[in-house]
Every structure is written in structure tokens, then in C-alpha cells.
């Protein structure tokens, strides 16, 4: 699938379904500032559409009282699907946070239950595009139907520094504390060659787990991931272990709460802020403190790994 294809997608999804239209144009809109977080190149985002995904009640009860949007049963008569890959539809996703942006859903209703090693497939099959996973604990707002998306791989600040900071020369995966540069956050950077190593790295990094900070103990739900081909032609992934779904501030029932909920393009580097005063009070200090609290500042403990 190439951009042309790409963006014809988008095209013939738009002239069908207004409502998505209407999103769609309303991003040429939208706010965007620049946050200073050392060598992290980051932008806060005011999307008011994105608030269904921001404030999703994703407790059980929630979850087990509203139909599934994501069942084709109950998707929109107006949403197109693509069978792409085999057992996965490709949707335009109606409140995108940017101007191309993918709901890629599998066919049957079962939940996020870890990074799918279909994601590999995709990058490959959409050399233009990042394929991205949130965990059921890590910015899903739909944990109970396994998920990716996907977005221009030129989009996301995150991406660019995986590849300017982990070389050919590097181990197949290395921490980002081995950058030496300035990060609000450690996540483990992958670049998969196509042999036996290869495929042990891929299996590695899909089974890798954040550490829940309430109970201590590794939870494969609270991961973010990445999927892209850089311009070697190389699979690269990023994963970000996670330490919780959202920061203090979203509970919070004083001056300091934000409808803030960072899922994988919150941790790309775009963090999307629906509510226009949560936008402008946002501040370099405060968005590290939100990716401090949701992930790992640096020295990622070893149980992330998986185990032998």
C-alpha cells in the first residue's frame, strides 16, 4: 500500500461519511505548541473531537454496558472497511488526531491481550506508515477489541529519534538510557534484520511488559508500541513500558485536573489535550510530570523483559 493509496482511502471514506469529514477539516484548525523537553521534540495538541477517546470509561462495567463500536455490527453504516491483512480491517478512524489516521480492527471481538505479531505484516505491507498499539491499560479506549492504528511515520517526533540515536551498529535492542541525551521517559528500541536474530527480536519485543505502580507486578496491558520500515528498509519497533493508564491530574477534583489520557501518538511525541484550558495551561513542567507518572523516567527495570 502505497501513499497514493494511502490517501485515496482517505478520499473515497471522506466524500461517504460527513460526520468524518467534518472531523477531518476541523484539524486544519486545531492548536499545536511546541514543548521544550530537552532532546524529546514534543508538541501539546488541542483536538476537542478526540474527547470520546480522552475521557473513555474503560473500567469492566463500563465496558460490559455499551455495544462495541468496534463490531462491524455496530460500526456506522457510513464507515468503510478494508480487508487488508488476513483477519484485520482497515478503517479510517473518524476522530483522527491527524490528517491520515487508521483503526486497523480484528475481524472477531476479542480484547487487547499484547502486541499482535500481525503489526510486523502491516509495517511492511504500508512502508509509509508507523503502525502503533495501545494496551488495554495503556491509552485503549476499547481494551475489549483487539486494535492497532496507524498514522504517517513522518508525524511522530519519537520515531525520528529511534532511528538518529539506534544504529545498524547498536545491539538489535537497546534502552533509550543509552542514548545520553535529555528523555521525559525510557522506552527499548528495536531494529529487526531479516534472519534468525531477527525473528528472536520480534518475538522479544512483543512480549515485553509494563510494571503497574500500583501493584509492583509486570502487566502486558500497559505497554504502547511502534511498527515502521526506516529509510534502510529495516523493521524498527519502539515499546514503552508503562507504569499507569493516566496521570494524578486526570482524577484530580481540584485546579490541577486535565482530561489527559496518553496513549501511544501522547507518547509519540503529540500530546492531545481536548479541553481548550487544559491546552493552554500546559506547560513544559507539567508534561514531564504527566510522562513521568505514566511511564519510566529512565533505568527500566528488568522485569519488562519477558520471560526465558
Known amino acids: 500500500m502505497n501513499i497514493e493509496e494511502v490517501n485515496s482511502i482517505v478520499e473515497h471514506q471522506l466524500d461517504a461519511w460527513p460526520e468524518a469529514k467534518r472531523n477531518f477539516d476541523a484539524l486544519s484548525q486545531i492548536g499545536r505548541k511546541r514543548l521544550a523537553l530537552g532532546d524529546f521534540p514534543a508538541f501539546a495538541q488541542h483536538n476537542p473531537a478526540r474527547i470520546k477517546s480522552t475521557g473513555a470509561k474503560i473500567d469492566k462495567e463500563s465496558i460490559r454496558n455499551r455495544a462495541c463500536f468496534l463490531c462491524k455490527s455496530n460500526r456506522p453504516a457510513e464507515q468503510l472497511s478494508r480487508e487488508w491483512i488476513p483477519g484485520w480491517e482497515f478503517l479510517v478512524n473518524p476522530y483522527p488526531i491527524l490528517p491520515i489516521h487508521f483503526t486497523i480492527v480484528d475481524k472477531e471481538h476479542r480484547p487487547q491481550d499484547g502486541i499482535p505479531l500481525d503489526m510486523a505484516v502491516m509495517a511492511e505491507q504500508a512502508p509509509d506508515l508507523a503502525i502503533f498499539y495501545n494496551g488495554a491499560k495503556a491509552g485503549a479506549s476499547a481494551p475489549d477489541h483487539r486494535h492497532c492504528q496507524a498514522v504517517l511515520k513522518s508525524e511522530l517526533p519519537l520515531l525520528h529519534l529511534a532511528e538518529e540515536y539506534h544504529s545498524l551498529d547498536n545491539a538489535p535492542i537497546v534502552s ?15 531494529i529487526v534484520t531479516p534472519d534468525k536474530n531477527g525473528m528472536l527480536t520480534l518475538h522479544t519485543m512483543t512480549r515485553i511488559r509494563g510494571i503497574d505502580s500500583t501493584t509492583g507486578l509486570p502487566d502486558p496491558d500497559l505497554v504502547n508500541a511502534f511498527f515502521w520500515i526506516d529509510s534502510k528498509g529495516y523493521l524498527r519497533i519502539v515499546v514503552i513500558p508503562r507504569r499507569a493508564h493516566r496521570p494524578k491530574r486526570f482524577y484530580a477534583n481540584d485546579d490541577t485536573h486535565m482530561t489527559v489520557s496518553p496513549g501511544a501518538l501522547d507518547m509519540a511525541g503529540l500530546l492531545i489535550l481536548p479541553i481548550q484550558e487544559d491546552y493552554d495551561r500546559m506547560s513544559e513542567k507539567t508534561a514531564r510530570e504527566i510522562y513521568e507518572e505514566v511511564a519510566f523516567k529512565n533505568n527500566l527495570p528488568s522485569e519488562i523483559l519477558p520471560e526465558s
Open 176 to 190: 533509550s538510557d543509552s542514548f545520553g541525551i535529555d528523555l521525559p521517559f525510557a522506552f527499548l528500541s528495536a
